[in-house]
């Protein structure tokens, strides 16, 4: 065997790599959007599965970075808590075929749905972009807390405050990187989504996202 | 933890300059951007700083690294207790736990006696060259004198401390550096000691 593919690209490398890949995937599933008629909802949640479940596991090599939480809060936002769950699942699902499933994929899509309730609860408040980042923010904290619910199948309630502890720089970076996610695509993500919109919230208003 | 603060101080400075150099409309996405940036490249050092501040002294009696920072378990550790009032300055006020690159990030007050533990590390085979790189991990604070003979390594004094200086010494009776292998006295010397990958050795002062 000659070896062609035998190349040590390191971490960094690679993470370029996946970063190169995952704008391929969002651009060519943008122009894929972009061709669609107006109407077609369940076609752009479609694509922002595919986005979601690319974006995670190809932003793997950051910690606790990745879209996928404000995917599911802006959709929640837009299109409301039962097509945010359902987008959450999907994703969960769907990323950890690759990355590994197990009863953790539970509880990520758990925190992940409470996530798009809790953008669908709060949408009519969440009008500005500073709302939308702090909120964000807030979320990727939430989703680290009911991750951290899985332990108690293992170590037990005794050991989860020092789990949970343990784990606030995760929770910071989630953080962090919500903020960034929502800074640069929650308007253009809320643009798409009213484009699309066939059936109006259930329990809450269209509300526009603006800078 | 001064670089730490340094870096905190740093990120804050540039990200507020950042936030008012942008244009209304961009100033999140350049600050978010640069947060997440400067957050990744100094996750390693905060997941670390923060894992020796939320660190706990492990409590299980079968568990050969007991009474070790839970942030230690798998991995190899030097510690030398020292009589009452004997300790070096700096260990005075109870155990002291030291990583392995120098950060003495947690005292056991409470702990019986005085001392220090070097910990953290792993790759050492042989015992006589990690309780070497230990006292050179402490800044000299653990210093070992130590004789060679036909019987082996002979350690003198730990810290400056001579056995001899705090028991009585003479033909019939006498004080010693004893060495614990994973809580239990070890048969060989440290001259002859050989490694696993989560070892504790233990110093601490006997008589005979």
Not at chain 1, 76 to 84: D, F, I, S, V, W
Not at chain 2, 26 to 48: D, E, H
Request: proline share 4%; hydrophobic share 50%; aromatic share 10%.
């Amino acid at each position: 065997m000659l070896g062609a593919h035998a190349i040590d690209v390191g971490p960094v490398g690679m993470l370029a790599i996946n970063i190169a890949l995952l704008s391929l995937v969002g651009w060519a599933l943008l122009r894929a959007e972009r061709g669609l008629p107006d109407g077609r909802e369940w076609t752009l949640l479609a694509l922002l599965a595919i986005f979601g479940i690319f974006g995670r596991v190809l932003l793997e090599p950051l910690p606790n970075i990745q879209p996928v939480t404000v995917l599911v809060l802006v959709v929640g936002m837009q299109m409301g808590a039962k097509r945010a769950i359902a987008l959450a699942t999907v994703i969960a699902l769907g990323s950890n075929l690759i990355m590994g499933h197990g009863i953790w994929t539970l509880y990520q899509a758990l925190g992940w749905s409470l996530v798009g309730c809790l953008g669908a609860y709060a949408a009519p408040h969440l009008t500005s972009m500073p709302r939308i980042a702090g909120i964000a923010a807030l979320s990727g904290v939430l989703f680290g807390w009911v991750i951290s619910l899985s332990i108690l199948h293992t170590l037990g309630p005794a050991m989860l405050p020092a789990y949970i502890l343990a784990g606030i720089p995760y929770d910071m970076l989630h953080a962090l990187g919500n903020l960034f996610f929502a800074a640069w695509l929650a308007s253009p993500l809320a643009e798409m989504m009213e484009r699309h919109q066939t059936v109006h919230l259930e329990a809450t208003e269209n509300v526009p996202v603006t800078a | 933890m001064s670089q730490f603060y340094g870096l905190a101080i740093f990120t804050v400075s540039l990200a507020v300059l950042i936030w008012f150099t942008l244009s209304s409309d961009n100033r999140l996405k350049g600050v978010s951007a640069f947060l997440l940036v400067m957050a990744v490249i100094s996750a390693p050092t905060l997941n670390q700083e923060w894992a020796r501040m939320t660190s706990e002294l492990i409590d299980d009696e079968g568990n050969s690294h007991n009474g070790l920072p839970d942030i230690w378990l798998g991995k190899q550790v030097v510690c030398v207790d020292f009589p009452v009032g004997a300790a070096h300055s700096d260990y005075a006020d109870g155990r002291h736990y030291i990583d392995y690159d120098g950060t003495d990030f947690m005292t056991e007050t409470e702990f019986n006696g005085t001392g220090a533990c070097v910990g953290g590390l792993s790759g050492y085979e042989d015992g006589f060259g990690m309780l070497l790189n230990a006292t050179d991990i402490a800044e000299g604070d653990l210093e070992v004198v130590y004789s060679t003979s036909q019987y082996g390594v002979m350690i003198e004094t730990i810290g400056g401390v001579d056995p001899c200086d705090y028991h009585t010494c003479s033909s019939t009776q006498g004080a010693y550096w004893s060495l614990y292998h994973n809580n239990a006295w070890s048969m060989v010397g440290i001259g002859d000691l050989v490694l696993v990958e989560d070892s504790v050795l233990e110093w601490k002062i006997e008589t005979w």
